[in-house]
């Protein structure tokens, strides 16, 4: 079974700063898929950005990118020049290909930017 | 724009009720999935379904039952209700393809007493 692992339960940056996100996860698998979500208070999970496993080169969405090193199993979100809107849990997930491809999620990292 | 629904945000009920959580999403996805969030758990997956009528136990099955009448609609069960079940239930749908995200409804928070 795959796990995905986040270390750090809550973490603080301030405007215009940047702050990188840990995830790390084990599987099996040659071929999956891991995700980025953001949950702003009260408010739907939305994706922030995915990354195939089989592609070498790094996502990158606006001021959000990820570090994927596949041999570590390691898949970091570096936000860039942070927002008070960037404000939110952060959970990283993992999607392998079989039947129906369900997401297993890391237990989340609180994200709080401050002024 | 793409659109999952949930019947209620928040909820309360007693012990022993019978509840239902309806999910409802407008973009023909075949798979749907019924989640519940607890703080320092993240997400945890109960039930999900691939196609109408077809269901599929998640990691914490135990407790909930789930129907699938029609493709749109996902529904969870509490056949009885226990505190253990008070948290946040999120649903999501996906389309068929692997590289397809997940979108989330807003989540419904029930609280059992």
């Known amino acids: 079974a795959q796990t995905v692992t986040q270390s750090q339960p809550e973490m603080s940056v301030q405007e215009a700063e940047t702050v990188t996100l840990s995830c790390t996860y084990d599987?099996?698998?040659?071929?999956?898929?891991l995700f980025w979500y953001k949950q702003p208070p009260s408010r739907q999970m939305i994706l922030v950005i995915r990354?195939?496993?089989?592609?070498?080169q790094n996502a990158t969405e606006n001021r959000f990118s990820v570090n994927f090193q596949k041999a570590a199993k390691s898949f970091s979100l570096k936000i860039s020049d942070s927002q008070l809107g960037d404000t939110a849990m952060y959970f990283c997930?993992?999607?392998?290909?079989?039947?129906?491809?369900?997401?297993?999620f890391g237990t989340g990292t609180r994200l709080q930017v401050t002024l | 724009d793409v659109k999952v629904t949930q019947s209620s945000r928040y909820l309360v009920k007693r012990t022993g009720e019978k509840v239902f959580l309806e999910c409802v999403q407008d973009?023909?996805?075949?798979?749907m999935f019924w989640y519940r969030q607890d703080p320092g758990l993240g997400l945890r997956l109960i039930y999900f379904?691939?196609?109408?009528?077809?269901?599929e136990k998640g990691d914490i099955p135990e407790g909930y039952s789930v129907s699938r009448e029609k493709k749109e609609r996902f529904s969870l069960i509490l056949e009885s209700a226990s505190t253990n079940q008070t948290s946040m239930y999120l649903c999501?749908?996906?389309?068929?393809?692997?590289?397809?995200?997940?979108?989330f409804g807003p989540g419904t928070r029930l609280t059992v007493l």
């Open positions: 999501a749908s996906k389309g068929i393809s692997s590289y397809n995200e997940q979108f």
């Open positions: 599987t099996s698998e040659n071929n999956y898929y």
């Open positions: 990354q195939e496993a089989y592609k070498q």
């Open positions: 997930a993992f999607m392998g290909t079989g039947t129906a491809s369900k997401l297993t």
């Open positions: 973009m023909d996805h075949e798979n």
């Open positions: 379904s691939y196609d109408v009528k077809m269901k």
